[in-house]
């Protein structure tokens, strides 16, 4: 496998419509309660050319033999001004998608090195995630590349 990282462009929206929707339907069948299934477009047109737009955000896919087979969408985030809070500037992952046929061949690891150099790039040494629970497989490879739980979400049904 040869896989060659890129930034994403326009011409990538139907390729990652179908990665998103992939996300998509596994965190819905995971947490329906959380989650729905999508008709149409796994992300509209504007979604996109907005993300693309935004200099404090990046959209890197994974590409195989010319075919998507996983993205990371980050963007930087600062903390509130409030006086409790340490000021920080950091990049917040907010997704990644692996093709269910790639998944457990570096794909996912190689997406994340890929974040960890544009926070580099830009001056940034700090990167954060949000990983559901049950998603066992990519708090594991997080865990292996370092991170750890800062914070934790907990809920009670009434």
Known sequence: MNILLRAATQEDYEALCVLFAQGDRFHYQALPEFFRPVEGPARTQE??????????????VAENEGALVGLIRCYVHSTPQVPVVVTR???????????????????????????HQWAQEIGLTEVELGVWEFNTAARSLYEKMGYRTTRRVMRKRL
């Open 89 to 115: 500037r950091f990049v917040h992952i907010e997704d990644m998608v692996v093709d269910e046929t790639f998944r457990h061949q570096g794909v996912g690891q190689a997406l994340m090195e890929r974040v």
């Open 47 to 60: 979604f996109f050319s907005e993300m693309l737009a935004n200099e404090d955000a990046a959209l890197f």
